[in-house]
């Protein structure tokens, strides 16, 4: 009924290229890191895209992820592994937020998390090149996610996760069919088992950009922003940043956009929001460095983001400065504070790394960085139904008279 | 951007009936139940709907649940309140389902549950209609999508659960704005203090098909599963049935789409799917009863349907029946190896109602009620991160040498 995963749609890849050095590496080949240990980018032959597709076509299709398809890399339709990805809404905050702010809610995507957006691009590729056994290392969503697209295609899965993962995600990895394991650490302690593993041949490496696939599957939260805006990208975008995939996909979508002639030069101020508490490319933005170093001591209530070290910092770096936006900082207090005032306000509930998106925007216009009149979008990345809330109500006694001024 | 919440379109309600007796009522003005204690039913000018929209019309607006605006009663633009109701994906579970079975994905709504369809209604008609303060009895997600909608257009609610209702639920429901209760009792016991409130005059009773708009709001599964399927309705649809408010909708929907000639004569068999540890419907349907009398003692893991009495018990055993279909219980047990079998094989994590759905599925095949060639569709009515899921495993000692073979 969806003839995005049925139809046979061409992918335009031609090759896979460094982000650091621009060496160039085959298509159609299993890859990790770069030669240098960097992230490597897929290539598309453009021309031939925008030859084979219009923004017109697009237009017609059903609104999923899988609409993408010729900027994306799956080659083959037999491969597309799906569990429903929509085009995710956007939605109006007016009171917690303002006239202009609209959020994009992630957490309507299968498994609750934009992170199903970079796993279903990823393991579609594992399959389509005969990976049979994939570990990771996660703060709890992308886990969720890999675990759930891998057990749809019968791909081994073995994610670890820091001690302190909320229990509800790392119960929902165990349920989607993967093995997991609770390790004393953080997300980068969990990272150096997978990586020890990979290194040994026994699964492959699963880490954020460590392969080159799930940046694709990203980047359609760039795609999609265009297309739901006409075409003309709001002002500024604020992003919780961790591993910053999504946030190097969307400049990557942007530049791809462009160079296709469907939008223009126009791009919006890239906004990298992190929590005080693990702040390693706030840090490195405001001492102009091009690396961040490891932040030692992470700490912060939105685990999404508490990564220490992150392998694409400088791409997220170099996205953030290009765009004329900033790296931004907010504390777990302002974060809660914002997590409530939407619920309770807008009755939209953020997850907390959402939360610190609509911190930072409100600093943000208090210092003058941004204006009320710009049109700005916050990625609330997960379902807010996945974090610690405060306790609940004492019980009512049905068989005692009723207070009914008191309720 | 989405001009389904911004144009204005006309509402075709030309006035209310009520179910049992089919006494006419006024639109526009505040109503519970009719005079003789049963739902009301809202009636529109089809003819007139049919000169005004096509479904090629229909078929350019955006996917959302407003795009139906001319088979809804909200009257005024300015009405709608909407936290991004979009159309819910089908996803195919062909593992522990079968090759034509498809899950209706709900939990993608708003606040989690296709509870949002019913109160974004609700809730929208209540502002038109002037209404202040709004009281329910709600087994968790019925109070979550109130709580939401509610608060972000300033309408104060207060919610009363049952005593075991799971703390996540409670939490969203404070979280999202209301003051909320647990009583010491069943959805039943909770509906009493809401009722002796409203009779007080303390609030409106927003109880299960006690106002006239969830319905309509509901209908909404019934209009998108005739559009997905390209308005040749699939052959059977299983439905968890509390209140039975969606397979009361549904069933309307279908109606009204054949009388607007948009689809055939044609209905899919209506199975409603009931815990055995409650099932009122399954027991006055096999009895060849009208009516369902309560039923004592209720116990079931899938909480959203241990409703022991619904209002709406006629419309629901007469839609069964008109259908050809049947209503079914199923054992806790054989719900929650539904979950696991889906989650673990399928990769999509249900809700335990929904696990209902797909366990009575494999009764019904088991017993050749359906056969494998039919087109079925599931309903998932929630998120299945809202349940309790197995406990977490070990954690290892990143510290201490790791033994591989045993991850």
């Known amino acids: 009924m969806n003839d995005n995963l049925t139809a046979d749609r061409p992918s335009f890849v031609t090759h896979l290229e460094c982000s650091m050095t621009g060496e160039r590496y085959d298509a159609d080949m299993l890859h990790g890191l770069s030669r240098v240990g960097r992230p490597l980018l897929v290539r598309y032959d453009l021309d031939a895209v925008g030859a084979a597709l219009s923004r017109d076509a697009l237009s017609t299709r059903p609104t999923d992820l899988w609409r993408w398809r010729e900027l994306l890399p799956v080659r083959h339709t037999r491969d597309i592994v799906s569990l429903g990805e929509i085009e995710t809404p956007m939605v109006p905050i007016p009171v917690s937020g303002g006239a202009n702010v609209l959020v994009k809610d992630e957490g309507r995507l299968p498994t609750g998390s934009f992170k199903a957006r970079g796993l279903v691009m990823a393991v579609a590729m594992a399959k389509e090149l005969g990976v049979t056994r994939i570990a990771m290392p996660t703060n709890g969503n992308a886990g969720a996610a890999l675990a759930a697209y891998a057990s749809r295609c019968g791909i081994e899965t073995i994610v670890f996760c820091p001690e302190d993962t909320p229990e509800i995600n790392v119960r929902e990895i165990a349920m989607q069919g993967a093995r997991v394991w609770r390790v004393n650490g953080l997300i980068d302690d969990c990272g150096a088992i997978v990586g020890k593993g990979a290194t040994e041949g026994r699964w492959f490496d699963f880490s954020t950009l460590k392969e080159p696939y799930r940046i694709e599957g990203k980047k359609t939260m760039g795609l999609e922003l265009a297309a739901q805006f006409g075409w003309d990208l709001p002002d500024a975008i604020f992003y919780p940043t961790g591993g910053g995939t ?62 220490p070290r992150a392998v694409g910092d400088f791409l997220i770096l170099r996205a953030v400065r290009e765009s004329g936006g900033k790296a931004l900082g907010v504390g777990d207090p302002a974060i809660l504070k914002a997590v409530e005032d939407c619920a309770r306000r807008d009755g939209l509930l953020l997850c907390p790394e959402g939360g610190a998106t609509l911190a930072a925007y409100r600093e943000a216009l208090r210092t003058g960085e941004v204006d009320e009149d710009e049109r700005v979008v916050l990625f609330n990345c997960a379902t807010g139904l996945k974090y610690p809330m405060p306790p609940s109500p004492q019980t009512l006694d049905r068989h005692a008279p009723i207070d009914f001024d008191a309720l």
């Open 246 to 307: 999504g946030l190097i996909g969307m400049w990557k979508a942007f530049d791809e956009l462009e160079k296709l002639g469907w939008i223009s030069s126009k791009r919006p101020r890239m906004y990298a929001v992190q929590a005080s508490g693990c702040a390693p490319i706030v840090r490195a933005f405001e001492a102009g460095e091009e690396h961040a170093e490891r932040w030692e001591d992470a700490h912060t209530i939105a685990m999404g983001i508490r990564v």
